[in-house]
């Protein structure tokens, strides 16, 4: 069984940073894309951020200049780094990665559970 656990979400005033973390664990052959969505209240998920397994990068227009996303491939793990944040970054953020599991067949596609980002003044 393939889990993704986030860690690093909070509450910062505008201008902070925060650093979220998504370790991918359990029985895993390889792993493809790993990515950072975010889900604003009465709106649909966006992809924030996206990072390949040979580390080329892609972000959304809003955030681009102020994330950053890497990943440790012997951690199994993404990070996404958010610097002068703003309130309409508050968001539910959500780690997704396109997983071959071991003895499996094809890629799946896993999600995490979710971490919340508020952004107040």
């Known amino acids: 069984q393939v889990q993704l656990v986030e860690s690093g979400g909070g509450l910062v005033q505008p201008g902070g940073s925060l650093r979220l973390s998504c370790a991918a664990s359990?029985?895993?052959?390889?792993?493809?894309?790993m990515g950072w969505y975010r889900q604003a209240p009465g709106k649909q998920r966006e992809l924030v951020a996206s990072?390949?397994?040979?580390?080329?990068?892609n972000y959304v227009d809003a955030v681009k200049g102020r994330f950053t996303i890497s990943r440790d491939n012997a951690k199994s793990t993404v990070y996404l780094q958010m610097n002068s944040l703003k309130p309409e970054d508050t968001a539910v953020y959500y780690c997704?990665?396109?997983?071959?599991?071991?003895?499996?067949?094809?890629?799946?596609?896993?999600w995490g559970q979710g971490t919340q980002v508020t952004v107040f003044s």
């Open positions: 997704n990665a396109d997983i071959v599991p071991f003895m499996g067949v094809g890629v799946n596609s896993y």
């Open positions: 359990g029985r895993i052959f390889s792993i493809n894309a």
């Open positions: 990072i390949t397994s040979g580390g080329s990068t």
